[in-house]
């Protein structure tokens, strides 16, 4: 079965942007939420941000990852082999060197500022190890949930490196990384056709706002990961996600920065609507169906390990 899901590099990289987005009904900050520092892998620790206690809420998203550490114990392990089926993951790598193989045969390194998205969809078996033996490593890894239909697709991987990724810059000199789905007339490098993601790595200067269209019907959050930003009056601190609010009306958000440098990842995304049923790292729709996917990873239907 091969896959019905799209992929493209937009022709629009390093662009300035003179377009004013006109946001009249701004989403607010529904809740703030906190990370929870764990540990994943060979003992990787991260802050998980998206648990999977909001996964309806922020459906079609499953999980997000925030990895940051100076300190190579905290990482160097890695995270060896281990299987995925029924999602995608999205791996941004804001600082550091991390070499991915995996059971289909790709194999690639993923750098600063470099994005690597995989459809694990039917199953996949897929390493990531840290090439470097010290300095920092820093970046999110986010799960997007596959619909009923293409969860048995086959898998699919792409290694996006900066350069490849579109980017654009506004008049008040925010700089914004479109990884997938549509900013500013930007297209990003990915788009999908029934979760209609948008991923956007922000970065204002202090003082300045930057508006976002988003579908009314579409989640959304917020995370910063540098200094802090306001939404309609509600300050965002460091290391904290903004669930933004679902209003039928609404038509967008504006993010607007401290009096320090900010970054900040947005994420939307089209809701499914369907059962998400986990367990570890298999998202299905049924029982019946985890039971089938344990089974088949464990008689070795997922490929050859790496």
């Known amino acids: 079965m ?30 703030l939420h906190e990370g929870v520092d764990t540990q994943d892998g060979a003992g990787v ?3 998980r941000v998206l648990t999977e206690n909001l996964q309806q809420r922020l459906d079609p998203y499953l999980m997000l990852d925030n990895f940051k550490s100076e300190n190579p114990d905290d990482y160097i392990a890695g995270f060896p082999s281990h299987p995925h089926r029924g999602f995608e993951t999205i791996t941004y790598m804001i600082e550091g060197r ?35 033996e010290d300095g920092a490593m820093e970046g999110f890894q986010l799960w997007l949930n596959l619909p009923a239909k293409d969860k048995m697709n086959d898998p699919w991987y792409k290694d996006f490196q900066s350069a490849d990724l579109p980017h654009f810059t506004t008049n008040s000199g925010v700089a914004v990384t479109v990884i997938a789905g549509e900013s500013n007339g930007v297209k990003g490098a990915v ?7 948008t991923y956007l790595d922000i970065h204002l200067p202090a003082g300045t706002s930057f ?28 290391k904290t996600m903004a669930i933004l609010s679902n209003d039928d009306d609404s038509d967008g958000v504006t993010l607007t920065a401290g009096d320090e440098a900010t970054r900040v990842i947005l994420v939307t995304g089209r809701p499914l609507n ?8 298999f998202v299905m729709n049924s029982q019946r169906e985890i039971i089938q996917a344990v089974n088949d990873f464990q008689n070795g239907r997922f490929g050859e390990g790496t």
Do not use: C
């Open 191 to 197: 788009t999908r056709e029934v979760t209609e993601p």
């Open 45 to 47: 620790k991260l802050t």
């Open 2 to 31: 091969t896959t019905s899901i799209t992929n493209n590099v937009s022709d629009s990289i390093n662009i300035n942007v003179n377009v004013k987005i006109d946001v009249n009904r701004p989403r607010s900050v529904e809740f």
């Open 211 to 238: 508006s976002h269209n988003i579908p009314a019907t579409h989640n959304a959050f917020v995370f910063v990961y540098r200094g802090g930003a306001s939404i309609e009056g509600q300050r965002v601190p460091i």
């Open 274 to 281: 369907e059962p998400i049923v986990q367990y570890g790292p």
């Open 98 to 132: 991390m070499r991915h193989k995996d059971s289909a045969g790709n194999e690639g390194l993923l750098e600063n500022g470099g994005v690597q998205w995989m459809t694990a969809a039917s199953g996949v078996i897929h390493s990531e190890i840290p090439e470097q």
